[in-house]
């Protein structure tokens, strides 16, 4: 199955954000794309963390789901939404919630983001708590690819990555491919965005896309970028390092049943 790692820059006007993810999207499946990946906040990356609020939707209605629904049943592509703002329980915050949608249009599966950021290097500072609520449910849903392939997919975002007990979860569960769509700060990224990603990979014997934000917005805000696409080994199949684009590669289902077979440490675990 081919999947796409969307990566973007996106800035503080909807519109604009949504018109760039549909020419990422389209690109994706001219490449043979089944399976596309947004980054987290790709519909808005704003100066002020409040300004999700202003575009929050109720889940199963509004302008950015109804755009993403088009978007897979248009090009026949399963699509996860990197994360959009949901409507939450109280009015001031809401979830950052990954949605996955097969080609017909219809969403088949909701992640709230469980850990939220916080940062403080007396340079930079982030606390994501500040408008977000947290997620408490890990979430796994099924897709068939052409070749009538069953994968289990595991979803997570950007943070949530730190946190190796939500992958072994996944892994306990047969998950085979974990998303991790996101929005790393240049800082962080720099310093430990592929060691996790790879680690989490190795760990879970299961293939890992993620779409990143990449580059210098409007707002200011610097990302990493790095969008990757992780083998069972642990070894880089696909990545472009900054900037918006497409990064697309093979999973073959052959080689995470070898990678499992000749090392089966997912049978060996002893603690829970």
Request: charged residues 20%; proline residues 5%; aromatic residues 8%.
């Amino acid at each position: 199955m081919k999947v796409a790692a969307i990566q973007m820059v996106s800035t503080g006007e909807l519109q604009d954000n949504l018109r760039v993810a549909g020419e990422l999207l389209a690109q994706a499946a001219v490449q043979g794309a089944e399976l596309a990946v947004l980054p987290e906040y790709f519909c808005l990356i704003g100066p002020r963390d409040a300004d999700k609020l202003a575009i929050q939707e109720a889940f199963g209605e509004g302008p950015i789901q109804d755009f993403i629904a088009g978007r897979a049943r248009a090009l026949g592509l399963w699509i996860v939404a990197g994360t959009l703002p949901l409507s939450a329980n109280e009015p001031d915050h809401v979830f950052n919630s990954s949605l996955a949608y097969n080609p017909q249009g219809e969403c088949v599966a909701r992640y709230d983001k469980i850990h939220l950021f916080r940062f403080d290097n007396g340079v930079e500072s982030y606390d994501e708590s500040r408008v977000l609520e947290r997620g408490h449910t890990p979430t796994v849903f099924s897709l068939a690819s052409a070749d009538g392939h069953a994968w289990t997919v595991g979803m997570s975002v950007c943070y949530d990555m730190r946190f190796a007990e939500l992958y072994r979860d996944y892994a306990r569960r047969g998950v085979d491919l974990l998303l991790a769509p996101s929005a790393f700060t240049h800082t962080t990224g720099e310093a430990h965005w592929e060691v996790l990603l790879r680690a989490r990979a190795i760990e879970n014997l299961a293939f890992v896309a993620a779409a990143a934000q990449g580059g210098v917005h409007p707002s200011g805000r610097r990302t990493w970028g790095q969008s990757l696409l992780i083998d069972p080994w642990g070894r880089v199949l696909a990545q472009q390092a900054q900037g918006p684009g497409v990064v697309i590669a093979e999973l073959d289902p052959a080689l995470l049943l070898q990678c499992r077979t000749q090392l089966p440490a997912l049978q060996h675990r002893v603690l829970a």
